[in-house]
């Protein structure tokens, strides 16, 4: 029998499916399942939106887009962070629209990194970036954050690069974060952006996809005190619940965006010509779109965490996003995917592992509120149950 694995790329054979995904597949057959697995708003896209979309089918606009984008929607998109965000970002020159954030990311990182270039990653972190380093030839350090509730300190970075080097390429923010929920105020992001400057041979790579999703306060870009080095990712799929239409942009310095320019065409060529159309009206007359959304998400945030807290659960508070990141009481399965899994057998609810996002998330359950308030609320009832029939005996 030919030994398949040596006509494989080998960086392919390195990276595995999700295991979110994979859990969630798992769990996905089980009658009357609770699936708090996934990232996706439960909301609609809003119906303005959509006819935007329908018009533009309508219309034929069927053809290829240049390849960064529709210059309307780019405009649109530098007055929606100027506005949001107080960054400047020229249309023209430093704004790519992709197709969703992934490809953002996979475009900027294979645009970026050499072979053996190393990639600070805060940890726990989402599932996608240490694979998409691996597939730019890249090697992932993983800074873990636990013991400081999830967020990230100029201490460690520095700590980072004192051990790592010349040999570091970049570093990946993602806030407010998932699996946490954690994000930065203004002072926390002025001491990453001035910790960073003292390294101006590293990339930022901000991911802020959850920027229109904080509770308390608003979100402040690292674009704004980090420009000359910062990549960031943003795009519609949590903003206006645009998921399945797939867009999402990069806004960096012209000299970064014409390297992953190139990246991209070669991908994709451009993203899909109705979704820009649509991307138009969500960022010129849905400015405020997630407003609706952040308010229930809030109730159900504030539900979840009252419960679980009182279950013994641990947990930082999010003030973003729409995820809770939660420790595993002591006596309880501490094995994160194996306390999971039983729940789902048990209880009927599906909820994360920890482990999914890295080493350091193992020990904790991270479990998605974007469902509804009826679901989350018999969710809890379910789990109050479970965790009462399997209390350890004292």
């Keep these: 029998m030919t030994e398949l694995h040596k006509l494989f790329n080998a960086q392919t054979q390195e990276i595995e499916v999700s295991l979110i995904r994979q859990f969630d597949e798992k769990v996905a057959g089980i009658d009357n399942m609770?699936?708090?697995?996934?990232?996706?708003?439960?909301?609609?896209?809003?119906?303005?939106?959509?006819?935007?979309?329908?018009?533009?089918?309508?219309?034929?606009?069927?053809?290829?887009?240049?390849?960064?984008?529709?210059?309307?929607?780019?405009?649109?998109?530098?007055?929606?962070?100027?506005?949001?965000?107080?960054?400047?970002?020229?249309?023209?020159?430093?704004?790519?629209?992709?197709?969703?954030?992934?490809?953002?990311?996979?475009?900027?990182?294979?645009?970026?990194?050499?072979?053996?270039?190393?990639?600070?990653?805060?940890?726990?972190?989402?599932?996608?970036?240490?694979?998409?380093?691996?597939l730019g030839h890249g090697k992932a350090v993983f800074i873990d954050t636990t013991k400081n509730d999830f967020i990230l300190s100029p201490k460690m970075i520095e700590s980072a690069m004192e051990e790592h080097g010349g040999k570091v390429k970049a570093i990946i923010l993602n806030y407010p974060t998932n699996p946490t929920g954690v994000t930065w105020n203004r002072e926390e992001v002025q001491a990453i952006a001035n910790t960073i400057k003292k390294y101006p041979n590293v990339f930022a790579i901000s991911d802020e996809i959850y920027s229109e999703l904080v509770y308390e306060g608003s979100h402040i870009s690292l674009g704004e005190y980090l420009f000359d080095q910062t990549i960031v990712i943003n795009g519609l799929s949590k903003s206006h619940a645009m998921t399945g239409w797939r867009l999402g942009f990069t806004l960096a310095p012209k000299d970064?965006?014409?390297?992953?320019?190139?990246?991209?065409?070669?991908?994709?060529?451009?993203?899909?010509?109705?979704?820009?159309?649509?991307?138009?009206?969500?960022?010129?007359?849905?400015?405020?779109?997630?407003?609706?959304?952040?308010?229930?998400?809030?109730?159900?945030?504030?539900?979840?965490?009252?419960?679980?807290?009182?279950?013994?659960?641990?947990?930082?508070?999010?003030?973003?996003?729409?995820?809770?990141?939660?420790?595993?009481?002591?006596?309880?399965?501490?094995?994160?995917?194996?306390?999971?899994?039983?729940?789902?057998?048990?209880?009927?609810?599906?909820?994360?592992?920890?482990?999914?996002?890295?080493?350091?998330?193992?020990?904790?359950v991270r479990l998605s509120y974007a469902s509804s308030m009826s679901e989350i609320k018999e969710a809890m009832e379910r789990l109050t149950t479970y965790m009462k029939e399997n209390a350890p005996e004292i």
């Design 34 to 134: 609770i699936r708090l697995t996934l990232g996706q708003p439960d909301f609609p896209t809003p119906q303005h939106v959509k006819e935007a979309g329908i018009e533009a089918i309508n219309n034929n606009f069927s053809f290829y887009t240049g390849m960064a984008g529709d210059i309307r929607l780019r405009k649109a998109m530098a007055n929606f962070v100027k506005v949001k965000y107080n960054v400047s970002y020229d249309p023209e020159t430093e704004i790519l629209s992709t197709v969703g954030a992934t490809e953002a990311l996979a475009s900027s990182l294979l645009g970026i990194l050499n072979p053996g270039d190393k990639v600070l990653i805060p940890s726990p972190f989402f599932s996608l970036y240490e694979p998409l380093v691996t």
């Design 256 to 364: 970064i965006t014409d390297q992953i320019k190139k990246v991209h065409q070669n991908l994709v060529t451009s993203a899909s010509s109705i979704t820009q159309y649509a991307g138009i009206e969500a960022l010129k007359n849905g400015m405020d779109d997630a407003v609706p959304m952040r308010l229930e998400y809030r109730k159900r945030r504030d539900l979840i965490y009252e419960v679980m807290s009182d279950l013994g659960f641990k947990i930082a508070k999010p003030n973003g996003a729409f995820y809770i990141f939660a420790r595993i009481p002591d006596g309880y399965i501490q094995n994160s995917f194996s306390f999971c899994y039983d729940l789902a057998q048990k209880a009927k609810i599906g909820f994360i592992p920890g482990v999914a996002f890295g080493k350091a998330g193992e020990g904790y």
